[in-house]
């Protein structure tokens, strides 16, 4: 992973408190870089999707500061953090508003006052990115989880984000759609696009991420490399998280103490190498851990 020294994406969050007097986050500082996927776990009610809300100025701190690609953001100019930060819900159909898929995706543009027909072309051109082109002419409140979270992400890489935001992006969703939408995670970063995600699955984590932020108590807990993070004990017993299937395997077999494998495809690796057999091609990158 190449850094640009400078964040995309810089947060202060001395304290963020609901209403109701609910703190979800104090003494916060997160940061974004180029070219990387940063993955948040940690257990419900830590603070992850009110982290999450604030990169985009959808939350803002009682106490702090959020700069996006240098602008510190106010009230005045949150739609640039929205520009520049596009965000995917958890709950797909809270960003699905418009009678058809291609009308969906062609909303953001067209509030912002692209024309109709660049608007269209710009919306299918999104949607071919997360292979959602056959989609387009759907009712969005008749598609399945996962098309929801593909059009919803096909929505916001048309505005042209630097960094794209997905609360829980494989929740409730089957084996399958899991493996589908996280391949187009890992497509949109490999087109250069940085991406934060939350997730309670640690093996999903360990495969796409570049680095893992532990929440705990509405405060990052830890942060590292997945082989830095899911080996540390003391963290995740912190936290009350268990480490990917990898790495308990790992630890059984006694590798844990010498490599740090972190996924399916690194375990299969190292075994194979150590009996010195030719390694099984695993189908995919992906292939371990989303179900």
Known sequence: MSRDDSPLVDLRCEA???????????????????????????????GKSTLLEHLNATLVPDDGELVVDGTPIT?????HARRKVG????????????????????????????????ARERAREALATVDASH??????H????????????AGVLVLEPSVVVLDEPLAGLDPERSRLVADRI?????????????????????????RVCV???GNVAGSGTPGEVFYDDALLAES????????????????????????????????????????????????????
């Open 142 to 153: 008749y598609l399945s989880g996962g098309e929801k979270r593909l059009v919803g992400l």
């Open 87 to 118: 965000f995917v819900f958890q709950d797909a159909d809270t960003q699905l508003v418009a009678p058809t898929v291609l009308d969906d995706v062609m909303f953001g543009l067209q509030n912002h006052g692209v024309p109709d027909d660049e």
């Open 135 to 140: 989609l387009e002419d759907r009712i969005p």
């Open 215 to 217: 929440m705990a108590d």
């Open 186 to 210: 890992e497509r949109i970063h490999r087109n250069g696009i940085s991406v934060v995600l939350s997730t309670h699955d640690l093996d999903f984590a360990a495969t796409v991420a570049d």
């Open 240 to 291: 009350n998280l268990h480490p990917p299937s990898a790495v308990r395997v790992a630890r059984d077999v006694g590798l844990g103490t010498t490599a740090r494998p972190v996924t399916e495809t690194d375990l299969v690796s190292l075994l194979t190498e150590a009996d010195g057999v030719e390694p099984v091609q695993s189908p995919s990158r992906d292939g371990g851990g989303h179900g």
């Open 75 to 79: 009230e005045d100019n949150k739609p």
């Open 16 to 46: 963020h408190t609901y209403p109701d007097g609910t703190v979800g986050m104090h003494d916060v500082d997160f940061s974004v870089y180029h070219d990387e996927v940063v993955a948040l776990v940690g257990g419900n009610g830590t």
